[in-house]
């Protein structure tokens, strides 16, 4: 059964840098594009960025420019390198895996991404 793991989430004071990563387990990543998405409380779930599987990426408006996603296919991981986090940026951070659609295509609807991981807090706070 394909899971998707998270990591990398911590508590972190605003101006910090994160690195994220989505591990594969039972599922090869390069074959699909990978999302990531965030949910704050009480706020509805955030596409934040995707990567194609032809390393093409797209962001949502509130993290462009700070947040860049990229793949390693040899350790079957992608990774969200967040910069200059803000205290609106806490939230649990989920990878999903596109399977709906091409997988060279990147999607930042929550809808085409079928596998999703458990989650990683990362909480902005002074």
């Known amino acids: 059964q394909a899971q998707l793991v998270e990591s990398g989430g911590d508590s972190v004071q605003p101006g910090a840098s994160l690195r994220l990563s989505c591990y594969g387990v039972?599922?090869?990543?390069?074959?699909?594009?990978i999302g990531w998405f965030r949910q704050a409380p009480g706020k509805e779930r955030e596409a934040i960025a995707c990567i194609s599987s032809d390393h093409e990426g797209v962001y949502g408006d509130s993290v462009k420019g700070r947040f860049i996603v990229s793949r390693d296919n040899a350790k079957n991981m992608v990774h969200l390198q967040m910069n200059s986090l803000i205290p609106e940026d806490t939230a649990v951070y989920f990878c999903a895996r596109k399977e709906r659609g091409s997988s060279s295509v990147p999607s930042l609807r929550a809808a085409d991404f079928l596998t999703w991981g458990r989650g990683t807090q990362v909480t902005v706070s002074s």
């Open positions: 039972g599922t090869t990543l390069d074959y699909y594009a």
